[in-house]
Nanobody, 121 residues
Framework: QMQLVESGGGLVQPGGSLNLSCAAS????????MGWYRRAPGDQRELVAA???????DYADSVKGRFTISRDNAKNTVYLQMNSLKPEDTAVYYC???????????????WGQGTQITVSS
C-alpha cells in the first residue's frame, strides 16, 4: 500500500504563487506516474499536471506556462510550482500516484487527502 501526504495549500492573492509537495510512503516505491488533480465546487475532478518516472510531463491547457511539475524519484516526492494564480484556480488539489506492477497492464491509483487552494483578494 501507499500513502500520499500533501502540503503547501492555502490562501493567495491573484497573481501570487504557491508550491505544493506530495510525499509517498509505504511499501511501494517510485510510482510510474505522479501528479496533481483538482476539483472546484460543482465541477468534476480534472488533471492539472502529471509526470512519469522517466520525466515526461502532461499539463492541463489552463495551467500551461504558469504551473511546473517536478519530481524527486529518490524521495518519492512530487512538487507543483504554481505561479500567476487566478481565482479560477481555486479548488481542492489532490496528489495522485499510479502504480503499474511489472509484467502487468493494470494501473493502481492512490490519492492524497486533498489540500485547499483559494485564490482571492
Amino acid at each position: 500500500q501507499m500513502q500520499l501526504v500533501e502540503s503547501g495549500g492555502g490562501l493567495v492573492q491573484p497573481g501570487g504563487s504557491l508550491n505544493l509537495s506530495c510525499a509517498a510512503s509505504g511499501n511501494i516505491f517510485n510510482p510510474n506516474v505522479m501528479g496533481w488533480y483538482r476539483r472546484a465546487p460543482g465541477d468534476q475532478r480534472e488533471l492539472v499536471a502529471a509526470m512519469a518516472r522517466g520525466g515526461t510531463t502532461d499539463y492541463a491547457d489552463s495551467v500551461k506556462g504558469r504551473f511546473t511539475i517536478s519530481r524527486d524519484n529518490a524521495k518519492n516526492t512530487v512538487y507543483l510550482q504554481m505561479n500567476s494564480l487566478k481565482p479560477e484556480d481555486t479548488a481542492v488539489y489532490y496528489c495522485n500516484a499510479k502504480v503499474i506492477p511489472s509484467g502487468t497492464l493494470t494501473s493502481y491509483d492512490y490519492w492524497g487527502q486533498g489540500t485547499q487552494i483559494t485564490v482571492s483578494s
